[in-house]
Nanobody, 122 residues
Framework: QVQLVESGGGLVQAGGSLRLSCVAS????????MGWYRQAPGKQRELVAV???????DYSDSVKGRFTISTDNAKKSVYLQMNSLKPEDTAIYYC????????????????WGQGTQVTVSE
């Protein structure tokens, strides 16, 4: 079993900062990439940022220059530092990881956390 657990969401005023954390646990052989997605009310889930195990990161245009994704491979964790937050950043933020669970099974599967609410007020 693989679990992803997020933390760090909350309520913040526009212009403020929050740091999200996500830790993966369970039967994990390797993690290819970890990322953050978000879903606002009435909208589809969208990619926010992703980072590979080698440290290559990519961001959606809407958060470039404001958000920074990072990982601690030893802790099987991914972080999202969110600065200069805007009301339009309000959403449930989900952690995602592409995980290989066993040396004997080469396939990689996507796993999701339960989500953490981020609310940015005017």
């Amino acid at each position: 079993q693989v679990q992803l657990v997020e933390s760090g969401g909350g309520l913040v005023q526009a212009g403020g900062s929050l740091r999200l954390s996500c830790v993966a646990s369970g039967s994990i052989f390797s993690i290819n990439a970890m990322g953050w997605y978000r879903q606002a009310p009435g909208k589809q889930r969208e990619l926010v940022a992703v980072i590979t195990s080698s440290g290559s990161a990519d961001y959606s245009d809407s958060v470039k220059g404001r958000f920074t994704i990072s990982t601690d491979n030893a802790k099987k964790s991914v972080y999202l530092q969110m600065n200069s937050l805007k009301p339009e950043d309000t959403a449930i933020y989900y952690c995602n990881a592409d995980i290989r669970v066993s040396l004997w099974r080469p396939s990689v599967s996507a796993y999701w956390g339960q989500g953490t609410q981020v609310t940015v007020s005017e």
